[in-house]
């Protein structure tokens, strides 16, 4: 980041070089098409380089905003009948990741079959899908269904292929496993 805003200020600067030695050595309306068109340059330049900051800035904002409001998700717990954390599942720099049991012949990311309702559980039972900053949960045509109880209370029951947003602290029921969103 310091290199780019080297760069741009550097070019800036040798804009402004040329706009005032074209003031000076340049005559008739060469002159001014030079200098301005100098001066625009650099100072789009500028101009750019200080709103390539401001986007920095607002983006650390909005992270701030979402780890406060509760949008950023990185983690997916594993939750005993005591509501005790069993096992734990980290989320962060990940895409999606498919919930199931695991048998040998498929690959889940989130693998319940340790879970005491595993039973319950269909092989590729649900997916986590990150997109545009926010998780949701898709059932994929499971036996046994999936809940969601958000954190204000309300429990949903998702219908297949039908994504539900998901918050931190929503409770996820696969079949009758219960899983926690951090």
Known sequence: MQKQKAVDYLIFLIGAIICVLSLFYLSGYWRWISCV?????ALSILALGSRSEDDSELAEILEETDQLTGKNITELTLLNENDEVI???EMYGKTSLVIGRDVGENQVNVNLSEAAFASMIDREHAVLNYSDGRWYVEDLGSKNGISVIKSDGRKYQLAP????????GDILYIAMTKLLFR
């Open 37 to 41: 068109a100098a001066g625009i340059v």
């Open 87 to 89: 096992a734990a599942w």
């Open 161 to 168: 292929d039908k994504p539900c947003l998901l918050d931190m």
